[in-house]
């Protein structure tokens, strides 16, 4: 593969989300563009995160989370819970949010969100798909449009990390 290959993966058609995840009283959330429906019956979605991030184990001993679906207009946001760690920052600490039915935070300014019992968990390279079973859910805003991944330039950092060709 060659360094262009994050390029290439901003043109997958993908929104920016914030997961918010809870185990007790302990919370955290990140950015994420890997989320998607698996299933309307029942209602499943999935997400996609590093075993090595400190969200990971809130989420497994925990087994929820939530979806806030972020506006065009919020890259800021974007970057405030994707730039760093919960280990040395409580992210939630400066943003609006409540907790769901489940627990798992939802940020109060998002145009949407999804409450999510965990149902599976699978291996995959170097992350996990976590498939949740949506519980609950609210469309909060309906004025502005979603952010999209492409439009976050490099907000992973992933230039560079894709060592190859393509053949």
């Known amino acids: 593969m060659s360094n262009g290959i994050a390029k290439l993966f901003r043109h997958l058609t993908a929104g920016v989300y914030v997961i918010g995840v809870a185990s007790g009283e302990r919370r955290n959330a990140f950015t994420a563009s890997s989320v998607m429906q698996v299933s309307f019956s029942p209602l499943l979605v999935a997400i996609c995160i590093s075993p090595e991030h400190q969200s990971y184990a809130l989420l497994r001993s925990g087994a929820v989370f939530g979806i806030s679906v972020l506006r065009a207009d ?3 946001l974007a970057e405030h ?3 760093q760690s919960g280990r ?3 992210k939630l600490a400066t943003t609006r949010w409540r907790a769901g039915v489940t627990g798992a935070p939802l940020l109060l300014d998002a145009l949407a969100h ?3 019992r965990v149902v599976d968990d ?3 390279g170097d992350h996990r798909v976590v498939i949740g079973r949506v519980v609950d859910g609210a469309l909060v805003g309906t004025d502005g449009a979603p952010l999209i991944y ?3 330039g ?3 950092m992933s230039e560079g990390l894709y060592p190859g060709t393509f053949s």
């Open 122 to 124: 699978i291996e995959a």
């Open 150 to 152: 492409a439009q976050t």
């Open 81 to 83: 819970f994707g730039t």
């Open 74 to 76: 919020q890259q800021k």
């Open 114 to 116: 999804f409450d999510c």
């Open 88 to 90: 040395a920052v409580d």
């Open 154 to 156: 490099n907000l992973d």
